[in-house]
Every structure is written in C-alpha cells, then in structure tokens.
C-alpha cells in the first residue's frame, strides 16, 4: 500500500531553519506530483508548497515564497522542504501529499491530492 511518512519537524526559534522530509513507498514516485501542507490549531489545512513530478516545476503560497524551498529526488523516492526565516505563524502540522499527474503545475487544492501522510509538528517559538 501507498505510504507517505515525513519526517524533520521539531522547536525551533523564530529566524531558524527545519527540513522536512517525506519518504514515499507502494507508488511509482516518479509519476506523482508532491505537495506540502499545513494545518494550524483552529485552522483549515493549506497549501504550502508543491512540485512536480520531475521537480523542474514548483508552486508555492505566498506566505512561504522567498523562505520555503521544495525539492524532490525520484531515486530516492523522496520530497523535502526546506524551511528558512521562520515564523511563529509558520507553527502547524505539515502534511505531504501526492497527485497522480503529468501536469507540469502541480496543483494547490487539497482535494485533487490521492494520497497523505501523517504529518509532522512544526513549532516555532518567538
């Protein structure tokens, strides 16, 4: 079966840097577009950042542009994002997610993504 499984959150004071890192299994990597999300306390899940299958597009909120990085490495079956100049706002639990495309824009919304791991916490204290 498909699994995602991130991994890189923690405590980390407000200017520091984390990566994350998703490990993908039971899919052909290759063939899907990878996303990140978040979800605040209180909060609706949104969109973060994603990539494309081959990594060579990439699309990202703008409350991360500029400071958030998404990169992938299809040997290794592999997302990340790297995280720079954080924010207490940036505080959530940050999801990765699949979609089974060609498109070379991966897409924003939550709902077109087949697949999600269970997340990983993200604090970011002032």
């Known amino acids: 079966q498909v699994q995602l499984v991130e991994s890189g959150g923690g405590l980390v004071q407000a200017g520091g840097s984390l990566r994350l890192s998703c490990a993908a299994s039971?899919?052909?990597?290759?063939?899907?577009?990878m996303g990140w999300f978040r979800q605040a306390p209180g909060k609706e899940r949104e969109f973060v950042a994603a990539a494309s299958w081959s990594g060579g597009s990439t699309n990202y909120a703008d409350s991360v542009k500029g400071r958030f990085t998404i990169s992938r490495d299809n040997a290794k079956k592999t997302v990340y994002l790297q995280m720079n100049s954080l924010k207490p706002e940036d505080t959530a639990v940050y999801y990765c997610?699949?979609?089974?495309?060609?498109?070379?824009?991966?897409?924003?919304?939550?709902?077109?993504?087949?697949?999600w791991g269970q997340g990983t916490q993200v604090t970011v204290s002032s």
């Open positions: 997610a699949a979609v089974l495309t060609t498109l070379s824009y991966p897409p924003r919304a939550a709902d077109e993504y087949h697949y």
């Open positions: 039971g899919l052909t990597f290759s063939r899907y577009g």
